[in-house]
């Protein structure tokens, strides 16, 4: 199986801040890599797939970038409703495989 | 509008049985890849099963030969079937909507919790 590591594994951060979040996989995954946002209690809401696409209606402040075993989610000018746990996944070959989260709090 | 809305969970005693319902609107589930994905309190997220639009099916490992993932066209509602129910399976599931007939989503569902307990 395809390990994914993202680090940080919590942030604290202050509104308006930019921020990156990385994942890793333990092997090439070329660009079959998403990106979820998830606030408590809540279904995971979809980012980015492909590494960098953006799904319809997502802001153009996340952004994501990669290829092979490293990528990363950047958040730009941070807002109260951005603080969230957000996980990466990779979808290349089965079993699809989530990072185990990185928690955005607030400074 | 794309909906996705869970229904099914509860408590269920250790080696029971639950089937879990995810009744779609605004597409065509059989014209689309449908995956089920996990969350066990607390934790991270766990795929658990997809359904190809040809009805090919798949699943993760800690659930093959006790989960069964199908669909009704007539209902255009997707179902997980679990059996042989462990505290480990004890989880909010989610079904979702797959991106392009890829292995990744764009529409997620509310969630239902399966409670696995004596």
């Known amino acids: 199986d395809i390990q994914m590591t993202q680090s940080p594994s919590s942030l604290s951060a202050s509104v308006g801040d930019t921020v990156t979040v990385t994942c890793r996989a333990s092997q090439g995954i070329s660009i079959y890599l998403a990106w979820f946002q998830q606030k408590p209690g809540k279904a995971p809401k979809s980012l980015i797939y492909a590494a960098s696409s953006l799904h319809s209606g997502v802001p153009s402040k996340f952004s994501g970038s990669g290829s092979g075993t490293d990528f990363t989610l950047t958040i730009s000018s941070l807002q109260p409703e951005d603080f969230a746990t957000y996980y990466c996944q990779q979808y290349v070959n089965y079993p699809v495989t989530f990072g185990q989260g990185t928690r955005l709090e607030i400074k | 509008e794309v909906q996705l809305v869970e229904s099914g969970g509860g408590l269920v005693q250790p080696g029971g049985s639950l089937r879990l319902s995810c009744a779609a609107s605004?597409?065509?589930?059989?014209?689309?890849?449908m995956s089920w994905v996990r969350q066990a309190p607390g934790k991270g997220l766990e795929w658990v099963s997809i359904?190809?639009?040809?009805?090919?099916?798949h699943y993760g490992d800690s659930v093959k030969g006790r989960f069964t993932i199908s669909r009704d066209s007539s209902k255009n509602t997707l179902y997980l079937q679990m059996t042989s129910l462990r505290a480990e399976d004890t989880a909010v599931y989610y079904c979702?909507?797959?991106?392009?007939?890829?292995?990744?989503?764009?529409?997620w569902g509310q969630g239902t919790l399966v409670t696995v307990s004596s």
């Open positions: 605004g597409f065509t589930v059989s014209n689309n890849y």
């Open positions: 979702a909507r797959d991106v392009m007939e890829t292995n990744t989503y764009d529409y």
């Open positions: 359904i190809y639009s040809s009805g090919e099916t």
